[in-house]
């Protein structure tokens, strides 16, 4: 199975009809609009973060003016084929010396089913948040593919001993610009030669360089980011392994699809090197803090939180540089600030697709993932600070929830005011996320940045409801308690205070003052 060449994309016609399985050739060339069609959100992801993947490989576009022509126009059918011929068996998945992303002759004692392949579909913590079992007994080529790229690009590694991939231990957030189709997304992606030099300053001088199963990391090896090149790095598989020979003919576990090939098992092994610094992965926020001996850099991640992507916006789409005043700061992912720049003063809507895995820290078991979109308004771009001051009010609700709940639950001891004892504030918190989500998805898709009061006071509004509302709905069941009496009054009163901090601060000067907002 050979990814340039075969028909491994499920895929469903916007227009109408049945999913089917298309080339990379068809894709690329062809007029249809398409979009991804499979059953799991992360391979999802992983599926079109390949894609753009393998298209940067091929097509790197030299600025932004041939980008733009890529996005408008379908490449040739003598493009496609010039382009492939020299890199064919490089994403071969069954090549008889080097198959994609793998190593032959991978020593192990007994060889691993496949669902290991696919974090989160097996083990103890690791399915809390998959629904039914089978998901990975047996998968196609392209399925298979697309999970080996999962492991190296996206996925915590196999466990103690096995390193994970050049975006750091912690499952790394992924953010990639949405385009109206599969195609557009795939383009969207893809970095000029001009933005891969602005954030790889070596990309001339290592851009020759081969995949690693092309050219092997060595054992034991010390490796310098700035000596890794953009498709070494786009393509980077940490670990050894080697898929087992198909076992036939059947269906796809994953996809769904009949194949006459289906594979059930690989083998795995661990080897040891080094990475110093942090490689400039183009699909994902860095976060930076200031040390003593100098910044640390490390790429965004979920964690464990169970709060909503939106929270993390600020730090997903504005750029923080540290200084005096900042000892934290954030920069958004390369393909992200491209978008910025794409279309000048004409920029359109954003579409943000945020997609990744919440891990323990320092664990490789998954305990959850996500996967959503969100629209920025014509202007987000050159309005960022409200982005950053949206995101905050917002979340400034939820915690003014929180500490008035966490009050009534806890008492005060020191003027002796008695807590319920029944911890509900947390639970409550999460309800508003859920509640509250709605609402900042339509101011953000929404709101005029050039003029953002309106749009901010109807957002103020809505929350403090949602707010009032579940303080409400939290304590009612304590109301007729003659004890709490005084401490529901007390959490009331800390509730008000923490609204009214998050009302408009005006200037001075009494009637004729302005709200100072962004």
């Known amino acids: ?163 994970p991939g050049l975006r750091g231990p912690a499952t790394p957030i992924t953010t990639l610009v949405q385009g109206r189709h599969l195609k557009e997304t795939v383009w969207l992606n893809v970095l000029s030669e001009e933005e891969v030099e602005r954030i790889m ?15 092997p990391i060595k054992t034991g090896e010390k490796i310098a980011a700035q000596q890794i090149g953009l498709i070494r790095g786009l393509f980077w598989q940490p670990a050894c392994v080697e898929v087992l020979p198909a076992i036939g003919a059947g269906q796809c576990s994953c996809c769904g699809f009949q194949s006459k090939q289906v594979y059930s098992s690989f083998n795995k092994a661990k080897f040891n090197y080094s990475i110093e610094d942090t490689w400039p992965h183009p699909h994902s926020p860095l976060t930076m803090v200031k040390k003593k001996v100098g910044i640390e850099q490390r790429f965004a991640s979920f964690g464990t939180s169970s709060v909503p992507s939106w929270t993390q916006l600020a730090r997903i789409v504005v750029q923080q540089q ?10 958004p992912a390369a393909v992200v600030q491209q978008a910025r720049k794409l279309y000048g ?25 996500r996967h959503e979109v969100f629209t920025l308004n014509h202007g987000w771009d050159s309005n960022t600070n409200v982005i950053s001051y949206l995101v905050s009010l917002g979340r400034g609700y939820g915690e003014a929830l929180n500490k008035a709940l966490y009050v009534f ?59 009032e509302d579940l303080f409400d709905e939290s304590v009612r069941p304590y109301l007729q308690d003659p004890e709490l009496i005084r401490t529901l009054a007390v959490a009331r009163m800390t509730l008000r205070k923490h609204l009214n901090g998050l009302e408009p601060q005006h200037d001075k000067g009494g009637k004729n003052a302005t709200t100072a907002t962004p």
């Open 1 to 163: 199975m050979n990814l340039l060449t075969d028909q491994w994309i499920p895929v469903r016609p916007l227009d109408g009809g049945g999913v089917e399985k298309i080339s990379l050739r068809e894709l690329l060339c062809g007029e249809g609009r398409w979009e991804l069609c499979l059953p799991r959100d992360d391979m999802e992801l992983a599926a079109i973060q390949l894609l753009i993947c393998i298209s940067q490989a091929l097509f790197t576009p030299k600025d932004a003016g041939e980008l733009r022509s890529r996005i408008a126009r379908p490449i040739t059918e003598e493009e496609y084929e010039s382009a492939v011929q020299a890199v064919i068996d490089w994403f071969c998945l069954d090549h008889p010396k080097q198959p994609f992303m793998q190593v032959r002759g991978v020593p192990a004692k007994d060889p691993t089913p496949m669902d290991k392949l696919l974090a989160g579909v097996t083990g103890a913590t690791n399915c809390c948040f998959v629904n039914g079992s089978g998901l990975a007994e047996q998968l196609c080529g392209g399925c298979t593919s697309i999970a080996l790229f999962n492991l190296g690009s996206c996925s915590p590694s196999f466990g103690g001993g096995f390193k």
């Open 201 to 215: 300053p070596w990309y001339q001088q290592t851009r020759m360089q081969k995949t690693t199963w092309i050219e």
């Open 322 to 331: 540290i200084d005096d005043s900042y000892l934290e700061g954030h920069q």
């Open 345 to 369: 003063q004409q920029a359109r809507k954003l579409h943000l697709l945020i997609g990744g895995y919440l891990n323990r820290a320092g664990q490789a078991s998954v305990v959850g993932r």
């Open 409 to 467: 639950v806890n008492g005060i001891k020191k003027n002796e005011v008695k807590g319920a004892g029944v911890k509900f504030h947390q639970a409550a918190e999460s309800q508003f996320y859920r509640r509250s989500e709605p609402t900042i998805e339509d101011t953000l898709a929404n709101i005029a940045f050039s003029d953002p009061v309106p749009a901010l006071a109807r957002m103020r509004k809505a929350l403090k409801y949602i707010v």
